[in-house]
T-cell receptor, first 114, second 111 residues
Framework: NAGVTQTPKFQVLKTGQSMTLQCAQDMNHEYMSWYRQDPGMGLRLIHYSVGAGITDQGEVPNGYNVSRSTTEDFPLRLLSAAPSQTSVYFC?????????????FGNGTRLTVT | TQLLEQSPQFLSIQEGENLTVYCNSSSVFSSLQWYRQEPGEGPVLLVT?????EVKKLKRLTFQFGDARKDSSLHITAAQPGDTGLYLC???????????FGSGTQLTVLP
């Protein structure tokens, strides 16, 4: 029972480098989202998707791109990493049936940009 | 942007003590969820409260939704070390499951 799987668990980048954070879920959930978590600021929504082929911006989208070519996968791309993007990134999914459906989170990717 | 404030930010107590943490919004919200997060893991849903004045119990945890639907509280009775974690409240906006999270209460229960 994998749930939401994020890779890698840890990553160090230099300023200007690009990378993709992977997220996959095996629960056939329509809704997927990316959050970043910083000390004292809780989790902030970066991008979300309500289904394959559909994505939208959240609260803090700048510097990040997403795509949703399949129901299972929702990768997050950093085009040119900046120190301000040092954070812990969480991917989450839920069924679309009810607005109160719980979010299922992965275990996060800890990213450091030097 | 709807502000969601949690207090206290940090709480350290001895095993067996009771505690309450609070979640307050600047405006009325339709529903609120409470999550707990342990180190190295993602948040896990504890409960959803929907109706003003609603009270839900989950073993030693009691969740209350304010009558005016602008605040919520989490009360833990006889806290145990296993209750240690970051407690987050979150409210839902729109139909796309966009959750707005509070900054959390970091609870440490000492044996």
């Amino acid at each position: 029972n994998a749930g939401v799987t994020q890779t890698p668990k840890f990553q160090v980048l230099k300023t200007g480098q690009s990378m993709t954070l992977q997220c996959a879920q095996d629960m056939n959930h329509e809704y997927m989202s990316w959050y970043r978590q910083d000390p004292g600021m809780g989790l902030r929504l970066i991008h979300y998707s309500v289904g394959a082929g559909i994505t939208d911006q959240g609260e803090v989208p700048n510097g990040y791109n997403v795509s949703r070519s399949t129901t299972e996968d929702f990768p997050l791309r950093l085009l040119s990493a900046a120190p301000s993007q040092t954070s812990v990134y969480f991917c989450a999914s839920s069924s679309q049936g009810s607005y109160n459906s719980p979010l299922h989170f992965g275990n996060g990717t800890r990213l450091t940009v030097t | 942007t709807q502000l969601l404030e949690q207090s206290p930010q940090f709480l350290s107590i001895q095993e067996g003590e009771n505690l309450t943490v609070y979640c307050n919004s600047s405006s009325v919200f339709s529903s609120l969820q409470w999550y707990r997060q342990e180190p190295g893991e993602g948040p896990v849903l504890l409960v959803t409260v929907v109706t003003g004045g609603e009270v839900k119990k989950l073993k030693r945890l009691t969740f209350q939704f304010g009558d005016a639907r602008k605040d919520s509280s989490l009360h833990i009775t006889a806290a145990q070390p296993g209750d240690t974690g970051l407690y987050l409240c979150a409210l839902s906006r729109g139909s796309a499951r966009q959750l707005t999270f509070g900054s959390g209460t970091q609870l440490t229960v000492l044996p």
